[in-house]
C-alpha cells in the first residue's frame, strides 16, 4: 500500500468501506491494512510487532454473529532470516485466543517451488492445522507469493482463484489479485471455563524477602508438636502468598485447538523455541545442532500425533460407516448442504 495519509482513505469510505490501517515506521510505503464493507463490524486486535514482517491484526464481526479472526502481513523481500521462527511465534499467540482464522498477505516466499524454506513453511502451516489454498501465480513473474491461509470451514477452497488481467487496467502492480469466499462460520452456543491463577511476576521480592524475615524470626515455638509445626507453617506460607500475589477467578471461552495438538506437542514446542533463542545468543555449533534437534523432533511429533490421530478415530469408526464416511467430509471440507431441485412447481418435483 502506498501512503494512505492522503484522500485514499476518504474515498475508500465513500465508496462504503472503512479501512484497519498500520503505518509502516522508518521505511517507504503505506504499510498494512484491511479494507472492509461498513456494516461488518471490525474490532482491533493488538498483537506484538514482530521484527522479520508487518501485520495488522482484527476481529470481523459479521451481520449473521459470526467472528472470524483475520490478519493481513508482509515480509519484505530479500533473506528469509528468523522469519519462520517470528512466524511461529506468532501464530502461537493468536492460535490459542481464536477459533476461526484467516490469513492473508505477501510472504515473498515462491511457495510453488520445492525447496528447504518452503517444507518448513508448509509443516509449520500442518503443525497447527492450518491449510494454504493459492495453487495459481499471483506475481507477473509466475510465482506464488500471497497465500490465503485458513483454519478449517473458513475459507472456501473452491473458490480461490486470481485474477491477471487488472493488471491491464493498473500498470503499476505486479500482484495479481487473489479472490476467495467465506464459510459463514456455525453459531454455536459458546463454552466457558473458569480458571484460578496468581500474578506472581508483580511480587516485589525486597518486601517478600522483609515480611518473610520478620514472619519467621520466631519460628518455631519450642513447645510446638510436629503436627501443629507444620500446620502453621503451612498457614503461614498460604496467607503471605495471599498477600503478595492474592487468587484471582477469570472466566475464559473454552476454545479448541486442532485435536492432535496436546501438551506434549505444546512442551516439544517449547523447548525448540528456547533452543533458538539460546542459539541466537551464542552462535555455537552445539547450540545450533541441539537447536536442529529439537526442530526435527517437532516435526516428527506433529506428523506422528496427527497420524495417530486419523488412526484411533478411522478404528473408532470401523463399525458405522455412517459415522466414518461424515467424518471423512468434515475433513474434506465437503458440503453436507442436500441439493434441491431448482424449481417452484411441487407437481413438478
Given at each position: 500500500?502506498?501512503?494512505?495519509?492522503?484522500?485514499?482513505?476518504?474515498?475508500?469510505?465513500?465508496?462504503?468501506?472503512?479501512?484497519?490501517?498500520?503505518?509502516?515506521?522508518?521505511?517507504?510505503?503505506?504499510?498494512?491494512?484491511?479494507?472492509?464493507?461498513?456494516?461488518?463490524?471490525?474490532?482491533?486486535?493488538?498483537?506484538?510487532?514482530?521484527?522479520?514482517?508487518?501485520?495488522?491484526?482484527?476481529?470481523?464481526?459479521?451481520?449473521?454473529?459470526?467472528?472470524?479472526?483475520?490478519?493481513?502481513?508482509?515480509?519484505?523481500?530479500?533473506?528469509?532470516?528468523?522469519?519462520?521462527?517470528?512466524?511461529?511465534?506468532?501464530?502461537?499467540?493468536?492460535?490459542?485466543?481464536?477459533?476461526?482464522?484467516?490469513?492473508?498477505?505477501?510472504?515473498?516466499?515462491?511457495?510453488?517451488?520445492?525447496?528447504?524454506?518452503?517444507?518448513?513453511?508448509?509443516?509449520?502451516?500442518?503443525?497447527?492445522?492450518?491449510?494454504?489454498?493459492?495453487?495459481?501465480?499471483?506475481?507477473?513473474?509466475?510465482?506464488?507469493?500471497?497465500?490465503?491461509?485458513?483454519?478449517h470451514k473458513i475459507a472456501d477452497m473452491k473458490s480461490v482463484h486470481t485474477c491477471p488481467e487488472v493488471l491491464n487496467s493498473f500498470s503499476s502492480c505486479d500482484h495479481f489479485p487473489v479472490f476467495?469466499?467465506?464459510?459463514?462460520?456455525?453459531?454455536?452456543?459458546?463454552?466457558?471455563?473458569?480458571?484460578?491463577?496468581?500474578?506472581?511476576?508483580?511480587?516485589?521480592?525486597?518486601?517478600?524477602?522483609?515480611?518473610?524475615?520478620?514472619?519467621?524470626?520466631?519460628?518455631?515455638?519450642?513447645?510446638?508438636?510436629?503436627?501443629?509445626?507444620?500446620?502453621?507453617?503451612?498457614?503461614?506460607?498460604?496467607?503471605?502468598?495471599?498477600?503478595?500475589?492474592?487468587?484471582?477467578?477469570?472466566?475464559?471461552?473454552?476454545?479448541?485447538?486442532?485435536?492432535?495438538?496436546?501438551?506434549?506437542?505444546?512442551?516439544?514446542?517449547?523447548?525448540?523455541?528456547?533452543?533458538?533463542?539460546?542459539?541466537?545468543?551464542?552462535?555455537?555449533?552445539?547450540?545450533?545442532?541441539?537447536?536442529?534437534?529439537?526442530?526435527?523432533?517437532?516435526?516428527?511429533?506433529?506428523?506422528?500425533?496427527?497420524?495417530?490421530?486419523?488412526?484411533?478415530?478411522?478404528?473408532?469408526?470401523?463399525?458405522?460407516?455412517?459415522?466414518?464416511?461424515?467424518?471423512?467430509?468434515?475433513?474434506?471440507?465437503?458440503?453436507?448442504?442436500?441439493?434441491?431441485?431448482?424449481?417452484?412447481?411441487?407437481?413438478?418435483?
Amino acid at each position: 500500500m502506498t501512503d494512505m495519509r492522503n484522500n485514499t482513505t476518504a474515498q475508500i469510505k465513500n465508496h462504503g468501506y472503512n479501512m484497519h490501517h498500520v503505518f509502516r515506521n522508518g521505511r517507504t510505503g503505506g504499510g498494512v491494512g484491511i479494507i472492509y464493507k461498513s456494516d461488518i463490524n471490525l474490532v482491533k486486535v493488538h498483537t506484538d510487532a514482530n521484527p522479520s514482517f508487518e501485520s495488522v491484526t482484527a476481529k470481523l464481526k459479521m451481520a449473521d454473529g459470526s467472528t472470524t479472526f483475520c490478519c493481513c502481513i508482509y515480509r519484505p523481500p530479500g533473506p528469509l532470516g528468523s522469519f519462520l521462527s517470528d512466524f511461529d511465534d506468532f501464530l502461537t499467540s493468536v492460535f490459542f485466543k481464536f477459533k476461526h482464522f484467516l490469513l492473508c498477505g505477501d510472504v515473498n516466499l515462491h511457495l510453488e517451488k520445492s525447496s528447504v524454506h518452503v517444507t518448513e513453511w508448509e509443516k509449520l502451516l500442518s503443525s497447527y492445522g492450518l491449510d494454504q489454498f493459492v495453487t495459481s501465480p499471483t506475481h507477473k513473474k509466475g510465482h506464488i507469493l500471497d497465500p490465503v491461509i485458513s483454519s478449517h470451514k473458513i475459507a472456501d477452497m473452491k473458490s480461490v482463484h486470481t485474477c491477471p488481467e487488472v493488471l491491464n487496467s493498473f500498470s503499476s502492480c505486479d500482484h495479481f489479485p487473489v479472490f476467495f469466499k467465506l464459510h459463514s462460520p456455525p453459531e454455536k452456543n459458546h463454552s466457558f471455563k473458569t480458571i484460578t491463577f496468581r500474578d506472581t511476576k508483580k511480587i516485589d521480592h525486597e518486601i517478600l524477602s522483609t515480611d518473610l524475615y520478620n514472619a519467621f524470626s520466631n519460628f518455631p515455638d519450642s513447645d510446638s508438636c510436629m503436627a501443629n509445626t507444620i500446620d502453621r507453617l503451612n498457614d503461614m506460607c498460604k496467607a503471605m502468598l495471599d498477600s503478595h500475589a492474592p487468587v484471582y477467578t477469570k472466566k475464559i471461552r473454552d476454545i479448541p485447538t486442532a485435536p492432535w495438538f496436546d501438551g506434549e506437542y505444546k512442551s516439544a514446542r517449547a523447548q525448540k523455541r528456547k533452543a533458538e533463542k539460546t542459539w541466537k545468543k551464542s552462535r555455537s555449533e552445539i547450540d545450533h545442532s541441539i537447536y536442529n534437534h529439537h526442530q526435527q523432533h517437532c516435526n516428527e511429533l506433529a506428523a506422528m500425533k496427527k497420524k495417530a490421530f486419523f488412526r484411533n478415530t478411522f478404528n473408532k469408526y470401523s463399525n458405522s460407516q455412517k459415522c466414518l464416511y461424515k467424518f471423512v467430509d468434515t475433513f474434506l471440507d465437503k458440503d453436507t448442504t442436500l441439493p434441491l431441485p431448482t424449481t417452484d412447481n411441487l407437481q413438478e418435483t
